[in-house]
């Protein structure tokens, strides 16, 4: 993942993060990968952060993924359980 950044200031006030939604509840969106400085990133990272939500949890296999350009510039789920290892 080329998303996620060791210094915090390399990332700006609104990033781009690929979201996953679940398809029975629109509302509910987690974003799993990011923050990426630019739209590009996040689609050149886009099929493997699905494949990776796919291995952490199989039911991802049903959710929508998009790249939507958000504030804020916390990790994504990956970045986050990625850390933690």
């Given at each position: 993942?080329q998303?996620?950044?060791?210094?915090?200031?390399?990332?700006n006030?609104?990033?781009?993060y690929i979201v996953?939604?679940a398809?029975d509840?629109?509302?509910?969106?987690?974003?799993?990968?990011?923050?990426?400085?630019?739209?590009?990133?996040?689609?050149?990272?886009?099929?493997?952060a699905?494949?990776?939500?796919?291995?952490?949890?199989?039911?991802?296999?049903?959710?929508?993924?998009?790249?939507?350009?958000?504030?804020?510039?916390?990790?994504g789920?990956?970045?986050?359980?990625?850390?933690?290892?």
């Amino acid at each position: 993942m080329q998303g996620w950044w060791r210094n915090q200031s390399d990332v700006n006030e609104k990033n781009f993060y690929i979201v996953a939604t679940a398809p029975d509840e629109p509302s509910l969106q987690v974003k799993i990968s990011g923050p990426y400085l630019t739209e590009q990133a996040a689609e050149a990272d886009l099929n493997a952060a699905i494949d990776e939500a796919k291995d952490i949890d199989p039911a991802a296999c049903g959710y929508r993924y998009s790249i939507t350009q958000v504030k804020g510039c916390k990790p994504g789920v990956i970045q986050h359980m990625a850390s933690h290892l």
